[in-house]
């Protein structure tokens, strides 16, 4: 049997294609095939649209790249999983732009089949990676915070930092907006400028600045941010790496960051059988807080509308939701 599928043909590019449904193996593995009702995009999904993976070639494999989809179990060779079931999935190599996806039966969580609407819960997965990365920093409270990138990763940041018990969190965005969206979800403060000005002006004017014990950078694919943490933390401070690279070698301030005795922690990638659970949990709990982060809402035929605004953050996108009935 067939099905409908996205592939980018070059970059910046989809084309719509005829597939195969895709088998679910005989291994020891327990797998699902889902039909996928809902997609979202990552930050980390753009650099393959825009063709900034330098050592990707085009045509991408089809159905990529998503990894934030939510569907219907149609088959499945997991006892956890059943045909009817709603899940929220992470799609096997990221393929989930296509009617029917495979996932592997730990990187899926189940949802509640009497939602009116299942597609804000496409925030579930990256909640659960920012849950993840919080639980890395440890107890929280009393601790200052800041974070450098208010887009829809840094905005679930600074709202679970105040729910962990944050003294203080600062919001640090060039966009007025999102840091309007940010003292909504629990920054105290809000400085709407690169962190690079932020560190011009903190070093001109020390008292300016209040170095926090914790700086977050949540915006990736570029090597300036990350030093920007390094010269606004405190000394003995921790510098927590979110973004995701786009290189595979950073020019890293070491002096700045030695002379601190600071601490970095790296975070991608939780343990999804048990963070997807956790983060499903709470953003039912709290939907109503957070499920506005879903500004966008595109059919599948507009993906290539969805990925260029953004990219370019423009139409003050935060997330988009992509139907992905409408084909």
Known sequence: MNMKALQVAKPRSFQQVEAQVPGLEADSIERILVKAQWASMCGSDIPFFTGSKRHKAYPLPVGAPIHECV???????????????????????????????VARADKAASLPGDLDDHGNCCIIQPLSTVINAVDRLGNLEGKSVTVIGLGSIGLLFCWLLKKRGAA????????????????????????????????????????????????????????????????????????????????????????????????????????????????????????????????????????????????????????????????
């Open 71 to 101: 569907g219907e179990v149609v088959d499945s060779t997991s006892r956890l999983f059943k045909p009817s079931d709603r899940v929220i999935a992470i799609p096997e190599a990221d393929q989930g732009l296509a009617e029917y996806f």
């Open 168 to 327: 203080s969190i600062t919001g640090i965005d060039p966009i007025l907006e999102r840091c309007r969206t940010a003292q909504g979800l629990g920054c105290h403060q809000v400085l709407s400028m690169r962190s690079i000005e932020v560190l011009h002006t903190a070093r001109q004017n020390p008292e300016s600045w209040d170095p926090p014990d914790i700086c977050v950078e949540a915006v990736g694919h570029q090597m300036d941010t990350i030093n920007d943490c390094f010269g606004l933390v405190r000394q003995q401070g921790t510098v927590l790496a979110f973004g995701v690279p786009d290189q595979h070698f950073y020019a890293i301030d070491y002096e700045t960051f030695f002379r601190k005795n600071a601490h970095l922690i790296a975070c991608v990638t939780p343990q999804w059988s048990s963070y997807l659970a956790i983060a499903r949990d709470l953003f039912m709990e709290n939907r109503h807080e957070i499920e506005g982060l879903a500004t966008h809402h595109l059919p599948i035929r507009d993906a290539e509308k969805a990925f260029t605004l953004y990219e370019r953050h423009e139409d003050g996108i935060l997330k988009a939701i992509i139907d992905m009935s409408d084909w």
